[in-house]
């Protein structure tokens, strides 16, 4: 007989796990199973994907099985776990629901959504396990409904995302309600200042469990930034989307209405895209998820707190549309993809003013990341052949019918014509991808005429911004800057010459009025980019600097940080 998988562990579970395909522990699980662990209090950071589910099931074994192998009997629930969302708790529930079955255990969930007469009818008739959301469980605490007085073992699962959803004090009042002697188990994939002050009023010597940083070269995600210009964020996404044309692929923004806007811009242009952020109902969520369980839809837009708890087996593309704020985000997210022994990517879109940071912030998580362009139509076009000739050329099972009609469309068209129009209508399915702002000829004079000056720009004036190197600047995200706050097209800016602290350009004459017009008006902090102080200068550039010759006005704004709103690159001229 084969040996089991694990160690020290009741039969029941054991065999549960084996039959379950499971060989040996994750880190998080081997963690949980150490003997300093046993009967303590713990506080785990551990990513998504990690197995944390499982671990946890059997960290709170021993309150729920005696030593002889079967259930402790008692009417009131022994185990609580706590989940941030409806899709984490019934992930929990079905988990458990799997590893405690074979020992007979009953397993009552407590979501928003459900019927909430029927969840007291199942705590009435008594449950070993409950596992809800926190509204859920407090709305039942105080009906009298549930019982925590005989409680053993807490879980609070995703904690640091409970408090973010403001939970702190539904978590608060269910912690009260159960005995002083029970065992807490706080799970959190980040460790703030508020996730430390609870587990120091609600644990006792609670011992420290981190295998994030063994998590974090997971081997099955390939990490790769690409660099854009602010304006061509949403345009950058679209092409990498049709790259990959993956099965499901996530994008996280980091507002409600960041999601609404990218979501708009992509259904318009014809992907099969779905939303999820605090804006949505439960029923709206319900739908969502469905549509990408089952293929109607392929992308779906999320903030980070919506797209907790949510598992897509076939995601194989994270796309952070938004930077995330911290490396322990970032492998939250990402952590999404690559899972079951599959292959998975996760994207950084990162605006070229933020490249220094982002790298720094890579460096101190001991990520490594590929930095790539943005995929031009070229790119996508070769792709897009290789996938058709690899789905076409695929053999295929055919009837009486399929090839009666075959035999009619050839003998009305060639072979050629039919296969042509066939490539055609694949072809049609698919979004157009999208041109990227080309700075090939950002900050050089462009072709030039023979007296010496480039076609259009004989008579101009010339603009200073209080943004230079120091800054980052890059004439590959100053063009499409001047473009949006001047209202212009990239061909009416002329030469850009970026220096230590400041930026010149030069505009025709004829557009100069109209340019500083629009630049006043779009001088505003919204975005961050209205905050960059654009004027007109006296003379060419070497004599502007040479006696500081300024036209009227207040003297230069502050240093300027590109911010990372999505908001900045969701409209562009064009």
């Not at 949505?280 to 319900?286: A, M």
Request: glycine share 8%; aromatic share 4%; with cysteine.
């Amino acid at each position: 007989m084969a040996a089991m998988p694990f160690q020290n562990l009741p039969p029941l579970l054991a065999g549960a796990l084996s039959a379950r395909g499971y060989a040996e522990p994750t880190p998080v699980q081997a963690a949980i199973l150490e003997a300093e662990a046993d009967g303590r209090d713990l506080i785990v950071s551990a990513q998504t994907g990690s197995g944390k589910t499982v671990a946890f099931g059997l960290a709170m074994a021993p309150q729920l099985i005696e030593p002889d192998g079967g259930l402790r009997h008692q009417r009131e629930p022994a185990a609580l776990v706590v989940a941030p969302t409806r899709e984490l708790a019934l992930q929990v529930s079905r988990e458990l629901a799997w590893l405690y079955g074979p020992a007979g255990a009953r397993i009552a969930t407590c979501v928003g959504g459900m019927d909430p007469s029927k969840e007291r009818r199942a705590l009435g008739q008594g449950a070993h396990v409950v596992v809800g959301t926190p509204g859920r469980l407090r709305d039942h605490l105080e009906r009298g409904a549930l019982d925590l007085s005989k409680l053993k073992v807490a879980v609070l699962d995703e904690a640091d995302e409970m408090l973010d959803m403001g939970f702190r004090e539904d978590l608060e009042e269910i912690l009260d309600a159960t005995p002083a002697g029970r065992r807490t188990l706080l799970f959190s994939a980040t460790m703030p200042r508020p996730i430390v002050a609870l587990a120091k009023r609600y644990q006792k010597d609670a011992l420290r469990i981190s295998t994030v940083g063994d998590e974090r070269g997971h081997g099955d995600i390939a990490y790769q930034a690409m660099t854009v210009a602010p304006a061509d964020i949403e345009h950058g996404v679209v092409n990498l989307l049709r790259l990959h044309e993956a099965e499901s692929a996530l994008l996280f923004c980091a507002t409600r209405e960041n999601v609404r806007r990218l979501h708009s811009s992509l259904t318009e242009r014809g992907f099969s895209a779905v939303a999820l952020s605090g804006e949505h109902s439960q029923n709206e969520r319900n739908q969502a998820l469905q549509a990408l369980r089952d293929g109607r839809a392929r992308v779906l837009v999320a903030t980070d707190v919506a797209a907790r708890g949510i598992d897509l087996p076939n995601l194989s593309l994270v796309v952070h549309v938004e930077l995330p704020r911290d490396a322990e985000t970032l492998q939250h997210r990402s952590g999404r993809t690559g899972r079951a022994g599959k292959k998975g990517v996760a994207v950084l879109v990162v605006p070229y003013p933020r490249r220094k940071r982002v790298e720094s912030v890579l460096r101190g998580a001991r990520i490594e990341v590929e930095w790539i362009k943005p995929p031009t139509p070229e790119d996508i076009r070769r792709s897009d052949h290789e996938r058709l000739l690899a789905a076409l050329l695929e053999p295929v099972e055919t009837d009486d019918e399929d090839r009666a009609l075959a035999a009619r469309l050839l003998a009305e068209k060639s072979p050629e014509d039919i296969a042509a129009a066939l490539v055609r209508a694949h072809r049609a399915r698919m979004p157009a991808p999208e041109d990227l702002v080309d700075s090939g000829s950002a900050g050089r004079e462009g072709p030039q005429r023979p007296d010496g000056h480039r076609a259009g720009f004989e008579d101009t004036l010339w603009f200073r911004m209080d943004i230079g190197r120091r800054h980052n600047a890059d004439p590959r995200w100053l063009l499409p800057l001047l473009c949006r706050r001047g209202h212009i097209t990239k061909n009416e800016v002329g030469a850009i010459r970026i220096g230590p602290g400041e930026t010149m350009f030069e505009i025709p004459r004829a557009a100069a009025g109209r340019f500083m017009q629009a630049v006043r008006r779009t001088a505003t902090e919204e975005d961050g980019e209205g905050g960059v102080r654009i004027e007109a200068v006296e003379g060419r550039p070497r004599d502007a600097a040479r006696e500081g010759k300024r036209a009227s006005g207040p003297p230069p704004q502050k240093r300027y940080e590109a911010k990372p709103a999505y908001r900045t690159g969701a409209k562009r001229a064009r």
